[in-house]
């Protein structure tokens, strides 16, 4: 069973950057045609999809926050990482990790708690 697990610190200041980490266990990153993500949810508003990485290692992101995003892996830790730059408070959210091999996500961390104060 695929289990994601997300780790990074729980505040961060305006004009930083914003890094967490997934762990993948129970299944490789680089597996055929698994497509892995970072999604977010701030308070009181609906899932934002922030960007992706593929199993052969392309990139993408969402348009909006593609000036500010980077997702990069580690193969040999089956890890992928989020950064976010020039965080402000309007980027205080729950942040998901998530992977898929179907048209939907098959398998989601947990969540973590990320907020952006002085």
């Known amino acids: 069973q695929v289990q994601l697990q997300e780790s990074g610190p729980g ?3 305006p004009s930083q950057t914003l890094s967490l980490t ?3 266990s129970g299944g490789s990153i680089t597996s055929n045609n698994y497509y892995w993500s970072w999604i977010r949810q ?3 508003k609906g899932l934002e999809w922030m960007g992706g990485i593929h199993y052969s290692g392309s990139t993408y992101y969402s348009p909006s926050l593609k000036s500010r995003t980077s997702i990069f892996r580690d193969t ?3 890890q992928f990482t989020l ?3 020039s965080v402000t408070p ?3 959210a729950v942040y998901y ?10 398998y989601w961390g947990q969540g973590t708690q990320v907020t952006v104060s002085s």
């Not at 990790?97 to 098959?106: E, K, L, S, V, W």
């Open 11 to 13: 505040l961060v200041k």
């Open 22 to 24: 997934c762990t993948v």
């Open 42 to 44: 701030p308070p009181g």
């Open 76 to 78: 040999s830790k089956n």
């Open 83 to 85: 950064q976010l730059s």
């Open 90 to 92: 309007e980027d205080t």
């Open 97 to 106: 990790c998530a992977g898929r091999i179907t048209p939907t996500y098959d």
